[in-house]
T-cell receptor, first 113, second 114 residues
Framework: AQSVTQLGSHVSVSEGALVLLRCNYS??????LFWYVQYPNQGLQLLLK??????LVKGINGFEAEFKKSETSFHLTKPSAHMSDAAEYFC???????????FGSGTRLLVRP | DVKVTQSSRYLVKRTGEKVFLECVQD?????MFWYRQDPGLGLRLIYF???????EKGDIPEGYSVSREKKERFSLILESASTNQTSMYLC?????????????FGDGTRLSIL
């Protein structure tokens, strides 16, 4: 069965520092990959998605992620953290034949002034 | 803009009550989903529907049922609420094709069962 692992339930960075949130998936077929962000008391908002094509995907708010098939990874990065980036981030995967998403357990990003 | 609306942001009910959570989307999407979100567990799929009157069980359907009488509305029903169903519930929708489109989420209903 598909699974998604997000390393680190909490990540803390200083404002202006690099953000790196890790996501690894298990899949025997090329997956579709998503990153979502959840701000306090809100639903999930799509940050970016990988379906096919270019492995470096750019999303909203300056975030990007790189699909690395050999490492089964889809890590999320942002060069310079902003206070407004503080939120919970979820990685999700689906297979070609499924409508369903499998979510990781989430990583809460804290941004220190 | 895309909109998924959940009828309540906060709800408090008592053990044994029948509870209805309502979700409406205005995007003419075929697929609709109900998740529950618990700390450290991420989102877990309860039920989903790929068409009117069609439904499939997700990973944790026990204690829940759903109803989809109209394309835009998907209801989650707790038949007899229990304290272990206290959680955040999220509704989502997506188009059927092309496949693997992102899901669009509502703002969630935080449900407390006393």
């Amino acid at each position: 069965a598909q699974s998604v692992t997000q390393l680190g339930s909490h990540v803390s960075v200083s404002e202006g520092a690099l953000v790196l949130l890790r996501c690894n998936y298990s899949s025997s077929v090329p997956p579709y990959l998503f990153w979502y962000v959840q701000y306090p008391n809100q639903g999930l908002q799509l940050l970016l998605k990988y379906t096919t094509g270019a492995t470096l995907v750019k999303g909203i708010n300056g975030f990007e992620a790189e699909f690395k098939k050999s490492e089964t990874s889809f890590h999320l990065t942002k060069p310079s953290a902003h206070m407004s980036d503080a939120a919970e981030y979820f990685c999700a995967v689906s297979e070609d034949s499924s409508y369903k998403l499998i979510f990781g357990s989430g990583t809460r990003l804290l941004v220190r002034p | 803009d895309v909109k998924v609306t959940q009828s309540s942001r906060y709800l408090v009910k008592r053990t044994g009550e029948k509870v209805f959570l309502e979700c409406v989307q205005d995007m003419d999407h075929e697929n609709m989903f109900w998740y529950r979100q618990d700390p450290g567990l991420g989102l877990r799929l309860i039920y989903f529907s790929y068409d009117v009157k069609m439904k499939e069980k997700g990973d944790i359907p026990e204690g829940y049922s759903v109803s989809r009488e109209k394309k835009e509305r998907f209801s989650l029903i707790l038949e007899s609420a229990s304290t272990n169903q206290t959680s955040m519930y999220l509704c989502a929708s997506s188009p059927r094709s092309p496949n693997n489109q992102p899901q669009h989420f509502g703002d969630g209903t935080r449900l407390s069962i006393l």
